[in-house]
């Protein structure tokens, strides 16, 4: 996604001296066809390239492609940052605590997420950070902006949480890390998709935000009759914003149109 390709493109300007540590490894762009054609998969055999790690040399294209990233790049580094956005239409904000808790939580996001599946469990088999999992790394995913919305201040957060691992790990002065804000870890996160088609009209608080029981998160309506459709509600007792459409966006139905994470059993810190 773009968003991930700025915060790329600003780190590897910010140490583009070397002025570092160790050894910086960046992979602004994996997947070429995919980014000319602006989608998930790649137009060449309609593959979602993060869904066939570690690919296959023999196999498809977007396979080969992948088996390529897994034998240059992931196996051969030591820690690995996983940039993700919302795409096009959704924003998202927050990130996975993984393999290394402390890591996670250094990048400075406030609502983390611990998934229940087991690292080792067929959760992770086909994407990236499951190869990394499986080796051992200490790996941190990132889900972070996108949508039709100004990225400028998710690009700053983006490479501000680089420079905040980069710290924690020693490879830079210390004095450079933000300390993180008061963070919430959520163990249970609903996606809630329209069952409808029309234009979905956002009434939710901004990520990062507790949310009340049933609460209103937006509406979808037809753009032909203004016929209010669909209405989409909070589903739990207390919710914290994770991904939402911040302008009105066209939708179809299974799209993803929120995703909200469950507090009553969030984790505060």
Request: aromatic share 8%; with cysteine.
């Amino acid at each position: 996604m773009a968003m991930s390709r700025r915060i790329i493109h600003k780190v590897a300007q910010r140490f583009a001296d070397g002025n570092f540590k160790g050894r910086l490894l960046l992979l602004p762009v994996a997947n070429p066809p995919a980014l000319e054609a602006n989608s998930r998969n790649t137009p060449i055999d309609d593959v979602n390239m993060n869904r066939v790690f570690p690919g296959n040399a023999d196999g498809w294209f977007t396979e080969q492609l992948a088996a390529a990233i897994t034998e240059s790049f992931l196996n051969v580094i030591d820690v690995y940052i996983d940039f993700h956005a919302g795409g096009d239409l959704a924003t998202v904000d927050y990130i996975y605590i993984l393999n290394d808790e402390a890591l996670s939580r250094s990048f400075g996001s406030k609502v983390h997420y611990r998934p229940k599946a087991d690292l080792s469990g067929t959760y992770y088999r086909g994407i990236s950070c499951g190869i990394t999992l499986e080796r051992g790394i200490p790996t941190v995913g990132v889900e972070l902006g996108g949508g039709r919305i100004d990225q400028s201040h998710y690009v700053e957060r983006g490479v501000q949480g680089v420079i905040n691992i980069m710290s924690q790990l020693d490879l830079i002065d210390s004095g450079q890390q933000q300390a993180p804000p008061g963070q919430i870890v959520v163990n249970e996160i609903a996606i809630i998709r329209p069952h409808h088609g029309g234009l979905m009209i956002n009434e939710a608080p901004p990520l990062g935000e507790v949310v009340g029981n049933d609460a209103i998160l937006g509406r979808v309506i037809s753009p032909y009759t203004h016929e209010e459709l669909e209405v989409i509600r909070n589903p739990f007792e207390r919710g914290v914003m994770i991904l939402a459409h911040q302008d009105a966006t066209v939708m179809f139905p299974g799209c993803y149109g929120y995703m909200i994470g469950n507090m009553p059993t969030a984790e505060a810190s």
